[in-house]
Structures are given as C-alpha cells and as structure tokens.
C-alpha cells in the first residue's frame, strides 16, 4: 500500500514539474536591409555592410526578458556573437534579395512584443587571439589587427567619383593583442526595438536613415575607423545612436517571411 502511494506522489510530482517547465522554440529573427529611400536620393551604392551583435533577449507580455541562445551550429553565429553579412543581399535598389542573414536560436515557447541587443563583440572575446578564433570571429576582414580587437560595423559605400567607409570598433585600447584589458572608448551600442514579434516581423535597417545628413558633408574619400573625430563621422555615429536606422518592418520578399522550427 506504501508503494502504491509512494508512486502516485511521484507520478503527480512529475507530470506538475513537466506542466511547470517551459519547453524552448527554436526561431529564425529575419533580417533585411531598405534600400529604396536611400538609392532614389542619393548616387552613392552601398558595398558593404556587416555587423556583430550579441546579448539578445526577447520581452514577453508580461515584462519579462528571455535571454536568445544562438545556435552555435550555423556558420555565421557561436555560443556569444553573431555576424549578420548583408553583402549577399544588396543586389541592388529595385529588388530586394532574399538571402538576408537570420538569427537563429532557442527561447522559451511564448509570446514576444520586444527586443534587445548588443552591436559589438563582447569584451572577452573582442580581445582574444584572433589567430586562434573560430566562425564567426575568424574573418580576418572584420578584424583591427592594429587596434586588437574586430570592427563591429563595417558600412561601405561608393560613387563614381567618391567613397564613404564607416568602421566602428573599441578604441584608446591598452595592452597587447590577446592582453588588452581596457579600451577608452568601448563603442557597444545597446538597442531596444519594441513592437517586435519574431514570428512576424523583420529587423530592418534603413541605410537612408543611418546616412542622414553624412554623405553631404564628407570629403570624396573619406574613412571614419580610428578617428572619429570628423563631424562626417559623428553625424553618422550619432544617427547609429539614435536608433532610428533600426525599424519593424514587413519583409520586402515574401522568402523573408519568419520561420519557427
């Protein structure tokens, strides 16, 4: 008679901890780059335009952040950071490619109306060897081997006669590659986008509003990595603050329509 209630008990104690516990969903956070806006008011093509981000976290109805574990397994992420690449996407100004980057990873199964993350590299792994580092860190492009730590945007633009190059990164860094332990300026950039649903809705970058009032008053060959000091580089700093290059936004391409698997 005790073993029988002995595992009753248990048999109820299991089925409440597995009603209790939430199962994780893995979802594909679709990304886009708008291009019209810009192309029509300006004669500048975009040629690059790439991005670390990590700490991402979706807000559900209730207030509550819920940490994004990337998918270590796809190429273009690890466990800490992710590597959106837009090249491939900027075929040009009337149509929009589908083969945008998406981040991948598992949240609790849920409801979602905001998110949150970090543009950059995380210290640690920002200032590790990056003779030693793995996808996406081992793209040696995305690295300042002068500075010893990567850029985190990488935004390049070109005309027939002019050329615009944004890198941003940590900068004023002290010590050597693989023993940095303080940088001056770090140049992570937080941002929270809220109304964002990952089942429906897309990460959009607006280029027309991140060059806002930048490529009228830059010089024709200009770079703006190490020093930021030019007001050409700090009207595009300050746009990359502002967050408003950064929208919700309906997917321009009906491939780009979110996918939970």
């Not at 919700?248 to 009906?254: A, F, G, N, R, S």
Request: net charge neutral; proline share 5%; glycine share 4%.
């Amino acid at each position: 008679m005790h073993l029988f209630y002995y595992t009753l008990i248990f048999v109820i104690s299991v089925f409440f901890l597995t009603g209790c516990l939430q199962q994780d969903e893995e979802y594909h956070i679709k990304t886009q780059v708008h291009l019209a806006d810009f192309c029509r008011n300006s004669q500048f093509h975009l040629t690059d335009l790439r991005l670390f981000i990590h700490q991402v976290a979706l807000q559900d109805f209730s207030g509550k952040w819920h940490d994004l574990q990337f998918n270590p397994e796809v190429t273009h992420q690890n466990r800490a950071v992710a590597l959106l690449d837009f090249r491939q996407a900027m075929t040009s100004c009337e149509q929009q490619s589908e083969n945008t980057p998406a981040i991948i990873g598992s949240l609790p199964k849920n409801n979602y109306q905001s998110i949150r993350f970090n543009l950059g590299v995380p210290f640690q792994e920002n200032h590790a060897d990056p003779l030693l580092a793995t996808a996406p860190l081992d793209d040696t492009s995305m690295h300042w081997h002068w500075n010893g730590g990567y850029k985190f945007m990488r935004l390049e633009l070109k005309s027939n006669q002019k050329s615009y190059r944004f890198h941003l990164g940590s900068l004023g860094c002290e010590g050597e590659i693989g023993q940095i332990n303080h940088c001056r300026v770090p140049n992570r950039i937080q941002v929270q986008l809220d109304q964002f649903s990952p089942k429906n809705d897309v990460l959009t970058i607006d280029i027309a509003h991140l060059l806002k009032q930048t490529l009228s008053i830059a010089p024709p060959q200009r770079t703006c990595a190490e020093d930021m000091e030019p007001r050409w580089c700090q009207t595009t700093l300050s746009w990359l603050k502002a967050l408003s290059w950064l929208k919700t936004k309906t997917p321009v391409h009906p491939a780009l329509q979110s996918t939970k698997i």
